[in-house]
C-alpha cells in the first residue's frame, strides 16, 4: 500500500532557448513525485507538462494530481493484480486519464517495482539486468553543423533527427544536402516539421530531398490524410498521433510516442504492440524530460527492441545544463546507456 506522497520541485535550465510551438522556453519545471510505500521503498515520477504541447499548465495538472493521490492513498495494492497495458497499471480505479498525470504515477510505480519487485519488471520487460543500453538517434537543433557532425561520429550515431520548418524551405533543404553530402550518405535523418508545413509546400519540400536516407518526415502537415497519394514520402505520427491512430495511408510508417502526451507508460505499451500488429515503426521519443524519467522511457525502448530494432529519441538530454540525476545517461557506440 502507498502510505506517503511526497513532491520536490525542480527547475532544468536549457542550453539555449527552446522553440516549442510558439513558445520560447529558457527552463523546464516541475515536480519529481516520490510515493512511499508501507516498507519504505520510494518510487519518483515525474511531473512536468511542456508548455506548447501539454493542453494544462503545471499549476493545473499539479491540482488534479491531488484528488489523484488523495485515492492512492486508500487503496490496498495487490501485485496479482498488475497490467502494464491498463491505466494505472490496473492497480488503482481512477477515472483521471490525464497523459501528465498517468505518466507520473506510471513512472513512479515503474521505479518502485525496481526497488521492491525487479522480478516482476524483468519478466515483463524482457530484462537481464537493470544497466539500459537502447539504439539511439541524435537530435539536431541549430547547433554548429560540423562539431555536431564530429560528435555523431565519435559517438557512433547512425540516425538523426533533425528539427525542420523554422527556417525556410530553402535554407532547411540546404542543410539536409550538405548532411548528406559531408556524411557520404551513412547517416539516416529524421526530420520534424511539427506540421509547419502546409500541403503545397511539403509537396515540393518532398520531391527535393535525398530520399535514400530519409526515414520519415515527422508531423509534416496538420493533413495527414490529404497528403497526396503519389508523393513517395514515409511519414510519422507524433503530435497527430490521436487523430490519425487508425488512419490506413501508404504514407504512415512509423509512430513517435512520447508517453507523457500519449498517455503514459501503459498507453505506449499498448501502442507498441499495436504498432508491431500492422508493421508500424515504433520510436519512444521524450517531451524533454529529466534523465530520471528517461530512463523509464529507456525501459520501453528496450521492450519495443526485442520486436524490432528502432533507434529511440531519448537525446534530449543533451540540451539541458542542469539536470543533477544520480544516474546520467551516456552515448557510446550508437546506444545511450544508464
Request: glycine content about 6%.
Amino acid at each position: 500500500m502507498i502510505t506517503a506522497a511526497q513532491y520536490n520541485f525542480f527547475e532544468h535550465k536549457f542550453k539555449s532557448p527552446m522553440a516549442i510551438k510558439g513558445n520560447l522556453l529558457g527552463k523546464k519545471q516541475g515536480y519529481f513525485l516520490n510515493l512511499i510505500d508501507s516498507k519504505g521503498n520510494v518510487g519518483v515520477g515525474e511531473l512536468s507538462p511542456l508548455a506548447g504541447l501539454s493542453s494544462k499548465s503545471l499549476t493545473e495538472v499539479k491540482a488534479d494530481m491531488g484528488h489523484v493521490l488523495g485515492q492512492i492513498l486508500k487503496t490496498p495494492i495487490n501485485l496479482l493484480q498488475i497490467d502494464f497495458k491498463k491505466p494505472y497499471f490496473n492497480l488503482f480505479d481512477i477515472e483521471n486519464h490525464d497523459s501528465n498525470i498517468l505518466f507520473c504515477i506510471e513512472g513512479a510505480l515503474l521505479s518502485l517495482l525496481e526497488t521492491a519487485h525487479p522480478e516482476i519488471l524483468k519478466v515483463f520487460f524482457k530484462l537481464q539486468d537493470f544497466d539500459l543500453s537502447v539504439p539511439l538517434n541524435g537530435l539536431f537543433i541549430d547547433e554548429e553543423l560540423e562539431k555536431t557532425m564530429e560528435g555523431w561520429e565519435s559517438q557512433g550515431l547512425k540516425d538523426i533527427k533533425i528539427k525542420i520548418g523554422r527556417r525556410s524551405i530553402k535554407e532547411d533543404l540546404a542543410l539536409i544536402w550538405k548532411i548528406y553530402r559531408k556524411t557520404k550518405g551513412k547517416i539516416n535523418l529524421r526530420l520534424d516539421a511539427n506540421q509547419n508545413f502546409d500541403l503545397e509546400d511539403f509537396s515540393f519540400f518532398a520531391k527535393n530531398l535525398p530520399l535514400q536516407v530519409i526515414d520519415y518526415v515527422e508531423d509534416p502537415v496538420r493533413e495527414i490524410d490529404q497528403i497526396d497519394t503519389d508523393l513517395k514520402i514515409p511519414i510519422a505520427l507524433d503530435e497527430t498521433l490521436q487523430n490519425f491512430q487508425h488512419l490506413k495511408s501508404p504514407h504512415v510508417k512509423a509512430w513517435v510516442i512520447k508517453p507523457s502526451l500519449a498517455g503514459g507508460f501503459s498507453k505506449a505499451i499498448e501502442l507498441i504492440e499495436e504498432g508491431v500488429k500492422r508493421d508500424i515503426k515504433i520510436v519512444i521519443s521524450s517531451a524533454f524530460e529529466s534523465n530520471l524519467s528517461l530512463r523509464y522511457l529507456a525501459l520501453l525502448a528496450h521492450y519495443q527492441n526485442t520486436f524490432t530494432a528502432t533507434a529511440c529519441g531519448l537525446d534530449t538530454f543533451r540540451h539541458f545544463i542542469n539536470d543533477e540525476s544520480r544516474r546520467k545517461p551516456y552515448i557510446k557506440r550508437g546506444n545511450i546507456h544508464f
